[in-house]
């Protein structure tokens, strides 16, 4: 999906604009600043910049802050059908100002909505509902003005896109789920869809079998494992494949889940080169199944915390990030392949992808170097420590920092760090050594992961939150948590990285 977003009269229709567009606009925004316009007026001067870029758009999300009227809604009608009758139009504004329902030549719906608006549901047959089930706007309470029942099953805008899309009372089936690779993360996956109450696993695949059997021994119903890919894929009735292989294998398993008609999820990084990339995503496109990237952060609660406060305007402008995970020693040696992988594809992706969602901007140029040396003296051929410049488009510049070479007597075998720097405010995470619990032996001192991992039997943790978003995804439920084409964009940065590494200089990240 391709969007336009367009910020009319301040930043906070921009920082509204920043989850409906999911990073997929074209370019930057472009700025209507005169906030004088009507809502009208506002349109129809952007309607004279928009025949530049015809064909190569899907939806022009449209934020109206400081505008003098909203206007009458026929009148907006009027304009959107005029002006826009080939695209699909939504409309945020700073205040609540109700809804609007357009139909253009495509059956393209107007949504208008305001501060506080979570999302807008329904269930495709035309009845309308809110997230907790009433009938009400969120952030809207006070008015107690509803949603009607008549208006067009189209969903387009949300804050954050975490509701369901059906009944309360409305059955679930049982969706039939296998998982590709069976190692350290691989079992996450193994382990959400056994615990899922909508999912059957019904196959592992593993070119280890006694790993395979080992993981599948575990679940509640222990599923087929199998080692031949096309057999896995045979599987009858299976309908969605979690790829979880080493970063640089990918393309291959990914290209045929898709051939093969199934819904897939891919393990972040998409891929390691932006052929690759695309090559899944163009895939995935062709066979018309659902694609999504594994950026579990993005359902980490201090990383969704810091994604509110920038898009509720509660720092300003967003002028620097810091960003640091790292692992220690012995998480490197343990990943078999590590000297086909690194930091940077391994830890980088997870920062380079939550710092863009965060601050709502694409990263647009990078510089970057390398230490090398504690790794390769224990047979592991890649770099122990990448530091990363970038440069974002909106002009905010970040800093990432990036290692394998932690000791081991680290009380965590992460360091994660994140900082916000924006005009009016700051936001501050520790996400290895907040102290939530500390363990102390006669030896050791251990701060435990109090989110990340899953607890008692049941789905807890965002990692599993992440898998489950899958599942409500293939369900048609949801969008996404990251799209295809946001996973390429992450490949692309983390490219131009090497790239400015081998060159010494910086590098521009265009076209993404």
Known sequence: MTVLAVDIGGSGSLALLRDVTLHAAVGAPIRITDGRLSATEALSSLAKQLPAMEGRLDVIAVGLASITSFGDPEDLAEQVRRHFCCHRLVLASDAVMGLVSVWGTDGGAVVAAGTGVVGLATDFSGQWTRVDGGGHLIGDAASGRQVPASYPPYLYLFRQPRFAQTTPNEPRR???????????????????????????????????????????????????????????????????????????????????????????????????????????????????????????????????????????????????????????????????????????????????????????????????????????????????????????????????????????????????????????????????????????SANDARFPDVMAPPYGEHLTGFIMDSISEFVDAVAGRRPVLATGEEGIQVTAVLCAVLESIETGGPVEISGY
């Open 174 to 440: 049982i969706m039939k789920f296998g998982v590709i690779g069976a190692g350290a993360f691989g079992s996450r996956h193994i382990t959400a869809y056994d615990r899922h109450p909508e999912v059957e696993l019904v196959g592992i695949l593993d070119l280890n079998r006694g790993l395979a059997d080992a993981v599948a021994s575990g679940c509640a119903t222990p599923p087929a494992v199998f080692t031949d890919l096309d057999e896995f894929l045979a599987i009858e009735g299976l309908e969605a494949v979690s790829v979880v292989t080493p970063d640089h294998l990918h393309r291959d398993v990914a290209i045929a889940v898709a051939n093969a008609g199934k819904h897939l999820l891919v393990e972040k990084p998409l891929a390691t080169t932006v052929e690759d990339a695309r090559a899944i995503v163009e895939a995935a496109k062709a066979n018309g199944v659902t694609l999504m990237v594994d950026f579990h952060n993005r359902v980490n609660p201090p990383f969704v915390a810091a994604h509110e406060a920038v898009v509720d305007g509660r720092v300003g402008r967003v002028e620097y990030v810091y960003a640091r995970l790292s692992n220690t020693l012995a998480v490197a040696s343990s990943i078999r392949w590590a000297s086909a992988s690194s930091s940077l594809w391994f830890l980088s992706s997870h920062m380079v992808d939550i710092a863009q969602w965060i601050v709502g901007d694409r990263i647009v140029r990078v510089t970057a170097k390398t230490v090398s040396g504690t790794l390769e003296s224990r047979g592991i051929t890649t770099p122990d420590v990448f530091i990363i410049l970038a440069e974002f488009a909106s002009g905010a510049i970040g800093t990432f920092e990036h290692a394998w070479i932690l000791p081991n007597s680290h009380a965590t075998a992460k360091d994660l760090k994140f900082e916000l720097l924006g005009s009016e405010g700051s936001v501050l995470i520790d996400g290895s050594h907040n102290r939530a619990v500390e363990i102390y």
